[in-house]
């Protein structure tokens, strides 16, 4: 049988998970629910049969995060492909076709996205390979899952009724109102939309050809100019001048030959707070504490924190207490999907929403102890072989105390 | 008219204020409501006609921060009395009556504790000055406020009934029943006990001799053996045998002359977060955000935030969210109160209930920035003229870094 390649998309921002997620470190770098993060939960399950060498794309900003979550959990990439800017994913799948293609225009991908928690292995290998054939035939083939509920925040996928497990797409309706949904719900003829799609690489150059052919050129001239080394193949320029526009709307919404293999293997976007809260597993009480903090519920119920540092909550329902280096978020776990007008705000003021106080970079990492009146302490980790740039500051003083060494 | 002199009780731990006040930091060196700390508003209540010299009382662990807090308001004090343990205030009050009966033991003293709030330091005057001839003519005077609601957490002071302001004590009730409570808020005749009280040197000691007089034979020997320098009158070890009782089980109740003088200043014990959200002034919402950080409500009401960093909260109704560096609280307000069992547990595992990571010394301040495998990092702020004691490590290697300087 043939192999499926899998391009990984790590463009998210994660806004909705603020304050831990943010813009320069994204809630699928994040372990969230466990030991791993959920990009290197994704990299796993798309490993072994029937998947291919693996493929990473990314933006600019997150590339040393990637290579860094790669390393650590043993598993190389065949590529790291970096975007020079974030486009969305019509330009993701068209660089993904255009890579495969190269050695086989027959390949079979599947483009999934990294921030995207899927509890059952088993069922996703089984749902990618009922999808198999249909794109061999030549479909585009997209992945729904049953709605449990009438959720207003996703997108649905309605689907020809009948017997056979995969079935033509009839129409996508984005975010319904809560009475569509409903309807929805009872049908049994809908799905949510999962942002997995699995095709020929030469059946998505086709349908780019016809549908964004201005997407399908930038692209091409992007990959044509890359510039590769060890680690990154970095797309050239021109991909900034490809429409940033999702696969669902350039190409999908477009596309004759579109099926939906079902999709029912423990899936959440964890979108919000209260999504992670969703999924986690929880104490008699319906209580999780995550984070490196001591937590103490008291009286407390249906609550999530993730905090750094120790918390305590009395007398508590169904909250959401997230605490970092340099914010705190209480909310009620009904309304944590509207945390971005607070976010917003906040952005207003300061870099609080973009930016943690650890920056990544190649060599390791760089930390902010403390910042005072022309001073500050930084504290800085150079990883095993690690090189920083030379630079020299004719205004500033630097004092380097090395606190601790090991050698590659 | 004779003068008074306040004696300043700075003994309290204050661990409902936790995680702000801790044993080494406790609420009366907090700026909880204001630009100053509930004891430094104190002093300054205790400052001008009818009062005398200042006097505070402290133990060995604050000292330093008693003498800070008044150099920062410019208020010396006569003395700063330092117990070398922390007894209550029988022995408290004896020591106050030693040292101003060896200048004129007729002198008037007014007890007063540190972390208390009142916000109407007039209507407090005039309390005072009521209590005065009663004083003068030999009896005990305690501060009774008038209660605004059957509250089962305080000492209540019954009177006996009749116009004149200053009346007999009948008796004192610790922490009555709910059901009580009501009761004596209809009766008119029940006060709070305030923690205040007004006496004569010489009546004291008799007290004292008559009811206490192992107390008065410790506090006489430790103030004989009293250390003196140009900061501190330090008393002997000999304190630490005078019993740790309160001068209401001690002297008070066995007391004949007793009388309670009315105090309706906008007293409060600032006792929980949720009596400082009672005293503070609240938005439209009913919210109120205190400490450095920013603080964004949204669909937020009755809220009170006192937060070191950016705080957001959502949803979120009557809750108490507190952030420092190394602990968050979130609580119901109207369980604040029972704070006390989550912090036992939290002190069970870690020093987190009984210490900041700033340490205050003589000389300035400390804090831990980081710390990792055999290093640390401290910020060390040595005040104007202040001087570190000598010290040399072997298996120690500094490097110390001068980011500001200040000559006094």
Chains 1, 2 share one sequence.
């Not at 995207?116 to 992945?143: N, P």
């Not at 009839?170 to 809560?178: A, D, G, L, N, Y």
């Not at 909550?313 to 999907?337: F, Y």
Request: charged residues 25%; neutral net charge.
């Amino acid at each position: 049988m043939r192999q499926v390649l899998p391009f990984i998309l790590c463009g998210g921002a994660g806004t909705r998970l603020w304050p831990l997620s943010r813009e320069d470190f994204p809630k699928q770098f994040h372990r969230l629910t466990g030991s791993e993060t959920l990009f290197q939960q994704t990299c796993r399950r798309l490993a072994g049969r029937p998947f291919g060498d693996l493929f990473v794309l990314t933006n600019h900003r997150h590339r040393f995060l990637v290579a860094e979550q790669l390393e650590e959990i043993g598993t190389p990439a065949k590529a790291i492909v970096v975007e020079p800017e974030v486009r969305n994913t019509a330009p993701a799948a068209c660089i993904a076709a255009l890579i495969a293609a190269k050695n086989d225009p027959e390949a079979l991908i599947l483009l999934a996205p990294a921030d995207h928690l899927i509890s059952d292995d088993t069922a996703f290998v089984s749902a990618v390979e009922s999808g198999m054939t249909a794109a061999e035939a030549g479909a585009l083939v997209v992945f729904g899952v049953p709605p449990d509920g009438p959720h207003t925040g996703y997108g649905y996928i309605e689907t020809e009724s009948g017997t056979s497990e995969v079935r033509k797409v009839i129409r996508f309706v984005e975010k319904p109102s809560k009475e569509a949904a409903k309807g929805f719900l009872d049908s049994g003829n809908f799905y949510w939309n999962a942002g997995l799609f699995l095709f020929k690489a030469a059946i998505m150059l086709d349908l780019l050809q016809a549908h964004a052919p201005e997407i399908l050129a930038a692209c091409r001239k992007s990959l044509d100019g890359a510039r590769e080394d060890p680690t990154f193949l970095t797309l050239d320029s021109s991909y900034a001048k490809a429409t940033a526009i999702s696969l669902d709307y350039a190409v999908a919404e477009k596309a004759q030959n579109l099926r939906c293999a079902p999709l029912d293997a423990g899936w959440s976007d964890v979108g919000s707070w209260s999504a992670l809260w969703n999924v986690m597993e929880k104490d008699q009480d319906g209580n999780v504490a995550r984070g490196e903090g001591e937590t103490v519920f008291q009286n407390t119920r249906g609550s999530l924190t993730f905090s750094d540092r120790a918390c305590v909550l009395i007398g508590v329902e169904n909250m959401v207490v997230v605490a970092t280096e340099d914010a705190v978020l209480v909310a009620s776990k009904d309304q944590a999907e509207s945390i971005k007008r607070a976010v917003e705000s906040i952005k207003a003021n300061c870099g609080l929403a973009l930016d943690h106080t650890r920056i990544h970079r190649p060599w390791g990492w760089y930390q902010m102890l403390e910042r005072g009146d022309r001073y500050q302490v930084k504290c800085i980790m150079v990883k095993p072989g690690g090189k920083l740039s030379l630079q020299s500051h004719r205004y500033r003083s630097e004092h380097w105390v090395v606190v601790g060494a090991r050698w590659k």
